[in-house]
């Protein structure tokens, strides 16, 4: 299948990446990295997000500033990195061939090749081994790129997806280039004042129950405002609530323009994914979302909340 998604990718002259809204390290990794071996090969190539805020902390990336936000008016072949579902990548997508590339085990397969990997770490790992099995040499801003997109998805490298073999293409991916420790500096250690403001508040919102298993935080769209903070500076607030000694789930319920955002992250037992995938969503064993509609988060909660008391 690796071989038939390179062809594909051969025939076509007009290609877009596409990667799912309010991408993370992996979705423009995966994409980022993919581009930069394309481009060499004298294809027309454009990569493209329907989110036009991106993640600051990513702008590292060779030829981030690259991502444009608007499909082009010829396309042979969509490339679609890291989304579960044809949705997700924002766009109305008709009569046009999509290769599809994730590791999501909720993703529906709906590219002509779906290069679906839900045992693999991330969707870099999934890019990597396509340009491995095609005997692609894999330069250094793509090695950037790929590594970002693995240590992020991975906690770097503290998650259970971690395995040998995880270590084994980290260590080749640096091996082709990537700095370990240029991109960590970059992901980790860049956070703004109005970050910590946004974060402060947030955390003020925290609420525990189940005796302390669940966790749940909200963000509002004026906490947004009076912090002067960006919706891609919440990425991490979950994971960090998660991290309390007693929480099993943490539930981060944030408010966009288009309704709540909700977040799930698990410790060690909860299938967050499942939860998700019932409500209308997807994601990973640990970590998983969905997208609301509306904005009423008490009902959002409670329905999710319903559905943890069944497992805990």
Do not use: W
């Not at 454009?46 to 990336?61: C, G, M, P, Q, W």
């Not at 290069?115 to 870099?124: A, I």
């Not at 073999?165 to 260590?171: G, H, P, V």
């Not at 980790?188 to 919102?205: D, K, W």
Request: negative net charge; glycine residues 6%.
């Amino acid at each position: 299948m690796y071989k038939e998604a390179f062809e594909l990718i051969q025939k076509s002259n007009n290609i877009v990446l596409l990667s799912h809204i309010n991408p993370d390290a992996d979705a423009l990794g995966s994409s980022l990295g993919l581009f930069n071996i394309l481009k060499s090969m004298n294809k027309n190539i454009s990569i493209i997000n329907y989110t036009k805020e991106l993640a600051r902390n990513l702008d590292f990336l060779p030829n981030f500033k690259k991502i444009k936000h608007e499909l082009p008016s010829k396309i042979d072949l969509i490339i679609s990195c890291d989304s579960g579902n044809i949705d997700r990548l924002g766009f109305e997508i008709s009569e046009i061939d999509i290769l599809n590339i994730d590791h999501h085990k909720s993703n529906t397969n709906f590219g002509v090749i779906n290069l679906v990997e839900p045992t693999f770490p991330s969707t870099t790992s999934v890019v990597y081994k396509l340009l491995i099995d095609n005997e692609i040499e894999i330069s250094q801003e793509c090695a950037t790129c790929l590594y970002t997109g693995l240590a992020d998805d991975t906690g770097f490298f503290k998650y259970e997806s971690t395995t040998a073999n995880t270590f084994e293409i980290a260590n080749k991916l640096v091996e082709f280039g990537a700095n370990p420790h240029y991109i960590a500096k970059m992901m980790t250690e860049r956070v703004s004042l109005a970050q910590l403001r946004l974060t402060s508040l947030i955390l003020n919102t925290l609420e525990l129950t189940l005796e302390g298993k669940v966790a749940k935080v909200i963000m509002t769209q004026d906490m947004l405002k009076q912090s002067g903070a960006k919706l891609s500076d919440t990425d991490e607030i979950v994971t960090m609530v998660r991290a309390l000694a007693s929480v099993e789930v943490s539930i981060f319920l944030r408010e966009d323009p288009e309704g709540v955002k909700v977040s799930l992250r698990s410790k060690n037992f909860v299938d967050v994914s499942e939860i998700a995938v019932s409500l209308g969503g997807g994601g990973h064993k640990r970590a998983a979302g969905i997208n609301y509609k509306h904005r009423d988060f008490e009902l959002v909660y409670k329905e999710i909340l319903e559905k943890l008391k069944k497992v805990i």
